[in-house]
Every structure is written in C-alpha cells, then in structure tokens.
C-alpha cells in the first residue's frame, strides 16, 4: 500500500496485484492520480497454478513493456518447531514466496528485454542471518535473495538491475502474527523485537526512497545486491 500511493507521486502507471481484490480497491481509493496516469487492479492468487498466465494476459492489455517491477507479496506461513509443523503449510510458504515472484520476473524479464528495467524483490528476516522456529519464510526469502543475484549476472550486458531489499521490521500483519503467537513458539526474541517496532512506530519513507533511487538511471550499475535500508 505504501509503495503503490509513494511510486504515484512520481507519475509511475501502477499495475497493483493481490489476492484480496477488496483491499486493493481500498487502495486505490487513496491514490491520486493525475491527468493521464493509468492504474490497473488485477486479483491474483500466488498458489495457484499457472496464476501468471491470466495475471500478464490482463498486463499486456494494458501497457506495453514493464519498466519497473517490485515483488512484495508474501506468507509468513507455520512458525514453530520444525518437525511439528505441517509440511504442506511449510511448502505452500515457498510457492508464494519464492516460486511465485521467480515466474513474474520470468515474464517481465521478457518485456524488459529491448527498453531495459529494475526488478526488486523485498527480502525480510532470515534472508541474511538464522531465524530459529521461522524455516519456511525465512529459508523462502534466503532463495529469494540468491536467485536475485544469479538472475543478475546472467542479465549484466541487458540493462536490467535486479536487487534485494531488506526493508526491516515494519508493523505488518505478519509481524501481528508474531505478536500474538505463544513465546514458545515464536520465541521470546521475536516477541519483543515485533513489540518493539509497534510500540516505536516505523516510518517507511525509508523504503520507498531506496527504491525509487534503484528504479532511477542513477542506479543503472548496481544490480545483484542485497540492500538494507536501515544501513
């Protein structure tokens, strides 16, 4: 929600894509676009099979090349104890996270071929340290970030960047799960760092700052990095 309403105040036609079409035009409602900006809503479920091939139909319909492309949706899935946790619950994590954005930067890859482009894929914890009783989100993300770095250097000469962000923790619903999940499950630690950032607030123009400035022709040679915005 906030990078769609942040990239509209530079004049970026948005695509927004989710699996609660509701919460999207909630969304959009907060957008103010100006004359001549074009915005399309596209519901989408990430575990489903095939999900892209209708997603990029109604894309290509509306525009012709993608210029900018920022992979965000993602599960938090089972916390716990790794063997007590329901494996499919655990592999879902991976077709939403990982799976699931590596298929839309195979198609946008695509349309970014001739003009070039910037793909972003938001890390988050685990991506760059362990993160006990979280395997499944964070081992998702840990892929994430190396695919990103592989896909790079296979697309050096393409004048296309692609780029991990590590926005930190931010007061979402994922954290809320945290929040209310039993200290033994989720383990002390996260309980009071997810406390913590309710408590203190986040201000997320941070995130939106960084990604603009990879989006721009200012950052057209650094590509295959994992950023975080914090440092």
Not at 91 to 107: D, G, Q, S, T, Y
Not at 139 to 155: D, G, N, P, Q
Request: net charge negative; glycine share 6%.
């Amino acid at each position: 929600k906030f990078l769609a309403i942040f990239f509209a105040k530079f004049d970026f036609d948005l695509i927004l894509v989710a699996s609660d079409l509701a919460a999207l035009k909630s969304v959009s409602n907060e957008i103010e676009l100006v004359v001549g900006q074009k915005l399309l809503l596209i519901k989408a479920d990430f575990s489903t099979e095939d999900f892209d091939v209708d997603m990029f139909n109604k894309v290509s319909n509306f525009c012709d090349s993608i210029d900018l492309l920022i992979n965000n949706a993602a599960i938090q899935g089972p916390i716990g104890f790794f063997p007590d946790l329901i494996f499919k619950d655990w592999e879902r994590v991976f077709k939403v996270n990982f799976l699931a954005p590596a298929a839309i930067c195979h198609r946008a890859i695509r349309s970014m071929m001739n003009g070039g482009g910037t793909i972003i894929n938001v890390s988050g914890g685990g991506a760059a340290g362990l993160r006990p009783n979280f395997s499944a989100y964070a081992s998702s993300k840990t892929a994430l970030v190396r695919f990103s770095e592989t896909i790079a250097a296979e697309l050096t000469n393409k004048n296309i960047n692609i780029n991990t962000v590590a926005p930190g923790a931010m007061p979402t619903d994922m954290l809320q799960e945290v929040l209310e999940s039993p200290d033994k499950v989720a383990g002390l630690q996260e309980k009071t760092t997810a406390l913590e950032v309710f408590q203190t607030g986040f201000d997320m123009t941070g995130v939106g700052d960084l990604c603009l400035f990879l989006s721009s022709p200012r950052a057209r040679k650094i590509t295959g990095k994992l950023i975080s915005v914090k440092w």
